[in-house]
């Protein structure tokens, strides 16, 4: 890669800013003691740091510049609009100390963004608060503790696993202080509800079920799966990473899911990968919510001034049912749940994410939503379809918004996912997601996700055979690949097992 | 891909091996687990002193593939860990049965070593479990 490092651009004494002289009296300077000389701060002009990082935008990949198939993570495409609507002034430049009165904008469209999530998901109640899935998969197993404590349980210190779960799960409950307890899958990619009912017992919190799954199955045993769970007293977590597949056709709390994170930054197309930030929302059934983290947005009715536009703090019985109707309007609150888990972000989650998924569910509406879903599905339907016959595909039955291929070729016996990956980049789309789920050997985890047309499907399902076809001719090519990146193999290995985290200079 | 068997082990369903003197043993993971791990890059390994029941986790092991709990053969106490895997997790897969041993455990009721296969019976369980892989 020819891109120096912005450390080796540095020059003494260069400088990005140059400030006007000062007109002020000079302040004392910092004391010695707070002042740190160990930093190596590059010293870079403008132009120096501006074209540093424009050109290492330009070797990098995106969304925006290709197809992203990397199962489980749902890379689609982020409309331009969301921007648009994050940038306005209300939205981008409000403060988190703004007090409540103030901030009604803000705390409406977060009410709302509450409301939508709770009826895509069938859910009573939600917090935006998590920053991450995985925050919000810490949250939702927080509160199965806080439930099973709060009725004298405490007996409750484990948690069950399916063998496809996300690495999260396992360690999540890890974190929470609860034991995981892994339960099989059977033939078809469905929970072995033989394994299940054997390690349910009233040592069980819960389980953690991802629907679809991993496999990008969904469970045929699914309502069976989860009464019984209830029956001998667990809850059911939601891993929400898998929502894509079912937005307008199915509500996981209806399928007997009790809590759940959602993904805004997959499933509602919000910025994703190195960027971000991300942020889970956790949804829970009516007597769970007061166990959710805070705060979270309430609204009520209240009065308003017709001429000044100000709450009225009005001495009456029922103040609202007094008022005409054009001085009612809702007031939004923050507030924390009865028995919050407590807050486990600053402020209110990740506030301009809250304003980007909120477009995105107002923009589509109903309808779009549940055409995403089975635009993803037809789509990951379709690749799984086409390359039947070009890689041996373990579970073969309707996929849902996912197909897991193994990365193995007749014929080419030394050629691994790996190689096929790193082949991919050459033809110019990211790779796959590889060797996950762990219960497929040499898994390739595609997902296409509803952004991609019926003709970059068949490009992709194109370089896939062709690749197979080198695979068999000239395998050394997969071996060595890529080409044509800004580097070429790296040593995967040796950087795992020797860490070096960041630069220093040559002595 | 051919993988070796040590003849003077005892192996568990979850690969792992135990070599016993007296009342010790010293366990590690066989040559069919790492090349299926691929390379190892990290070695989690417990502290001398700890106890674990048999088949309880009481290491990882982190490829560039996965991570991989290891679960103790039979019950015991950790009386040495192989301090050698921490800069060199390599070991693992360079020599599973020898320089790539995890820990020596005293070992709690040599009787369930009896619940163990033998080298023979572990070189048939391998095989079916490759064939149920290719399906």
Same mark, same amino acid.
């Given at each position: ?39 190596? %701060?590059?010293? $870079?002009?403008? +132009?120096?740091?501006? !074209?540093?990082?424009?050109? #290492?935008?330009? /070797?990098?990949?995106?969304? *925006? ?112 202080? %609860?034991?995981? $307890?892994?339960? +099989?899958?059977?033939? !078809?990619?469905?929970?072995? #509800?033989?394994? /299940?009912?054997?390690?349910? *017992? ?127 309007? #809702? ?177 | ?135």
């Amino acid at each position: 890669m020819s891109e120096a490092i912005i450390y080796e651009l540095s020059a003494p004494g260069r400088c990005a800013a140059h400030l006007p002289r000062l007109d002020v009296p000079a302040a004392e300077p910092l004391p010695d003691a707070l002042l740190r000389s160990e930093l190596e %701060l590059p010293e $870079v002009s403008e +132009s120096d740091l501006v !074209r540093h990082y424009v050109r #290492l935008s330009q /070797l990098n990949y995106a969304v *925006d510049i290709g197809m992203y198939p990397l199962g489980s993570c749902t890379m689609k495409y982020n409309p331009k609009v969301h921007e648009d609507i994050a940038r306005l002034a209300g939205f981008a430049e409000v403060h988190p100390y703004l007090p409540e009165e103030l901030s009604q904008g803000c705390l409406q469209l977060m009410f709302a963004l509450q409301q939508y999530l709770a009826a895509i998901t069938g859910f009573e109640a939600v917090s935006l608060q998590p920053a991450a899935g995985a925050q919000g998969e810490l949250s939702g197993v927080l509160m199965i503790r806080a439930y099973h404590r709060a009725r004298g349980d405490t007996a409750r210190t484990r948690m069950l696993i399916p063998d496809t779960a996300h690495g999260t799960n396992p360690a999540s409950t890890v974190m929470v202080g %609860l034991e995981m $307890v892994q339960v +099989s899958s059977d033939a !078809r990619g469905n929970i072995d #509800l033989n394994d /299940l009912s054997a390690k349910l *017992d009233d040592t069980i919190a819960g389980m953690m079920l991802t629907n679809p799954n991993t496999l990008g199955l969904f469970d045929e045993h699914i309502l069976e799966v989860t009464r019984l769970v209830h029956a001998s007293g667990g809850l059911i977590y939601g891993d929400g990473a898998n929502l894509n597949a079912l937005m307008g056709i199915a509500k996981p709390a209806e399928l007997g899911f009790d809590v759940m994170h959602l993904n805004l930054h997959k499933t509602f197309s919000t910025p994703h990968g190195g960027g971000g930030p991300g942020s889970g929302p956790v949804a829970a059934r009516a007597d769970l919510a007061q166990f959710l983290p805070g705060p979270i947005v309430t609204a009520h009715e209240a009065v308003y001034s017709a001429l000044s536009g100000e709450a009225l703090d009005i001495d009456a019985d029922d103040p609202v049912a007094d008022a005409p109707q054009y001085m009612r309007s #809702l007031m939004c609150r923050l507030e924390m749940p009865e028995h919050s888990i407590g807050r486990i972000k600053s402020f209110y989650g990740q506030f301009g994410i809250l304003v980007r998924a909120y477009t995105y569910i107002r923009m589509l509406g109903e309808e779009g939503l549940r055409a995403t879903s089975e635009a993803a599905v037809l789509a990951a339907n379709y690749i799984q379809a086409s390359l039947r016959d070009t890689l041996p595909l373990p579970y073969d039955r309707l996929c849902m918004h996912e197909c897991v291929f193994e990365g193995r070729v007749n014929g080419a016996e030394d050629i691994h996912a790996l190689d096929i990956s790193k082949r991919m980049i050459d033809y110019g789309i990211h790779p796959p997601t590889n060797y996950f789920p762990l219960v497929v050997p040499e898994a390739l985890m595609i997902e296409p996700t509803e952004t991609e047309s019926k003709r970059s499907l068949d490009a992709f399902i194109q370089i896939v055979k062709a690749i197979t076809e080198e695979a068999k001719k000239e395998p050394e090519l997969l071996r060595t690949a890529p080409h044509r990146a800004p580097v070429g193999r790296l040593d995967e290995v040796q950087a795992a097992r020797k860490l070096i985290l960041r630069w220093q200079p040559e002595p | 891909m051919a993988h070796r068997i040590d003849p003077s082990c005892r192996y568990s369903k979850s690969h792992e091996w135990i070599r016993v003197t007296d009342e010790f043993g010293y366990i590690g993971i066989s040559d069919y687990a790492q090349q299926q791990l691929s390379d190892i890059v990290y070695v989690e390994v417990p502290e001398v002193g700890d106890s674990f029941t048999q088949s309880e986790v009481f290491g990882v092991i982190e490829s560039v593939k996965a991570a991989t709990d290891c679960y103790l053969p039979v019950a015991g106490e950790i009386v040495e860990v192989n301090q050698d895997l921490e800069d060199t997790p390599e070991l693992v897969n360079k020599d599973p049965y020898g320089d790539g041993w995890l820990v020596r455990i005293a070992i709690e009721d040599l009787g369930e070593l009896d619940t163990l296969m033998s080298p023979q019976a572990y070189e048939t369980f391998v095989k079916r479990v490759q064939a149920e892989a290719e399906h």
